[in-house]
């Protein structure tokens, strides 16, 4: 489609990021001395235990929070705040009750100063791409929990940012609307190639999206780790290397 953009670059470089937090009076490191470089184009997965700072690190990377010391570059140029090149995404899609599927996905071009009936096509674009076009009149209410979420994915890419951060966005779903719901962030991440930031709780989840995954320790002492997935795409379950790549990651949790 001729909407999307070629010059998307979408790097990230995370420079010696440090974050804590008050809490009862003590410092809770949450991270600490974070190195990272995310390529274009890349899908990155962060996993890691309750509470080892998968959300902090997503919104300093959305620039909703700031770190303690260190810095994050998109594109070579440092985050100040939240940008239009970076679009999150949350657990709850957080939809306007009062707007339809196509209102909800044009409203942040409209807010952009983009024309009604510009933002309408665009929109309607990502609603296709998200297999929504029969529903474009519909309000959230009428949606199940799988198609909300579609109308948060839709709504985040019509923006076309270079960076798609999610924050567990398929976390609250059934488990058959999830591995559907898998399969097409694997597809629109490739076709729109964005750079991808998912942090999830599902290790399967991870190896089958992401190019690398990100495992962040509760212990700060042991220190993040970063794990290729080497893997042909589609990727294939229950395929053999696929079975063996969940047991390295399980692994990394004391898990067998
Ligand atoms: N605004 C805040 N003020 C104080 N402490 C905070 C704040 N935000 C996060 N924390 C603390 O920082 C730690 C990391 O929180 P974070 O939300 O990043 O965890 P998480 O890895 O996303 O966990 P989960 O998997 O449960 O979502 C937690 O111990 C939390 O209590
Ligand atoms: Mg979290």
Redo the contacts with the bound molecule.
């Keep these: 489609m001729g909407v999307v953009q070629d010059n998307r670059r979408g790097e990230v470089t995370v420079r010696d990021l440090s974050k804590s937090?008050a809490?009862n009076g003590q410092r809770?490191n949450?991270l600490r001395n974070l190195h990272l470089e995310i390529r274009s184009g890349e899908a990155l997965a962060i996993v890691?235990p309750?509470?080892?700072?998968?959300?902090?690190l997503l919104r300093i990377l959305a620039g909703l929070d700031l770190p303690d010391t260190g810095d994050v570059l998109i594109d070579g140029h440092p985050v100040q705040g939240v940008g239009t090149e970076r679009a999150i995404i949350f657990q709850e899609p957080r939809l306007l009750p009062w707007l339809t599927v196509l209102g909800n996905v044009a409203f942040g071009l409209t807010v952009r100063g983009v024309t009604p009936s510009e933002a309408e096509t665009r929109a309607r674009h990502y609603i296709r791409l998200v297999g929504l076009a029969d529903f474009e009149a519909a309000y959230p209410r009428q949606l199940s929990g799988g198609m909300a979420q579609r109308v948060g994915i839709a709504r985040a890419l019509t923006v076309q940012p270079e960076i798609l951060l999610l924050d567990e966005p398929l976390g609250a779903l059934d488990a058959m609307t999830k591995l559907t719901m898998q399969e097409e962030l694997a597809r629109i991440w490739r076709e729109e190639r964005v750079t991808m930031v998912l942090?999830t709780?599902d290790l399967e989840e991870a190896i089958y999206l992401a190019d690398r995954v990100l495992v962040l320790p509760r212990d700060k002492a042991s220190g993040p780790r970063l794990i290729d997935i080497d893997l042909p795409r589609p990727r294939d379950r229950s395929e053999s290397r696929f079975v063996m790549m969940r047991k390295r990651l399980m692994a990394e949790f004391g898990l067998h």
């Design positions: 937090f809490l809770l949450v890691g309750s509470g080892c700072g998968k959300t902090t942090v709780h």
